[in-house]
């Protein structure tokens, strides 16, 4: 997906971009549990670009890039808590223990724990992380600045 996204703080090899939010729940009218009514997200972008602060961008999102992120940090720790626990449990039965769970409990929520630090780094590898394709101009800074809303291509 490409969109255009304002440059709200440039940070050497990556900018913090300003971006618009589309999808069904945008408006807000689904009620109590309706998504933010603020319709701009965030992203960290690589910036080949060279984009300054205050500079509209073209920014290119990975497809299927947020669902790769969202199985690295929470797909793979629950995996890795269920693997656990059945081979924890396994062993300490054989190993005759009358009450494996508490073990087999700890030591799957160390394996979650783990994973979960092991997938929020794969996740933040730079083939995942949106891309600054090009400069398009200086949109201002200040008024403009908080105002702006992005636009998706």
């Known amino acids: ?14 900018a913090l971009v300003r971006v618009a939010r589309v999808n069904c729940a945008e408006c807000g009218g689904c009620g109590f549990f ?49 693997v656990v626990f059945g081979l924890a449990m396994l062993f300490l039965w054989l190993a005759g223990s009358s009450s494996p769970q508490g073990p087999a409990v700890a030591a799957a929520l160390v394996a979650g724990l783990a994973s979960f630090w092991v997938g929020s780094r794969m996740s933040a590898r730079r083939e995942l992380k949106p891309e600054i394709l090009e400069v ?7 008024g403009d600045v908080d105002s702006y809303r992005g636009e998706v291509l």
């Open 1 to 14: 997906m490409d969109c255009k996204g304002l440059v709200i703080e440039d940070r050497g090899e990556t």
């Open 136 to 142: 398009l101009g200086e949109v201002g800074r200040g």
């Open 34 to 82: 309706s998504r933010n009514r603020d319709h701009t997200l965030e992203f960290e972008a690589v910036n080949r670009a060279g984009a300054r602060e205050g500079e509209e961008v073209l920014m290119r999102v990975p497809r299927g890039g947020l669902a790769l992120l969202y199985l690295y940090a929470f797909g793979l720790p629950l995996l890795a808590m269920a």
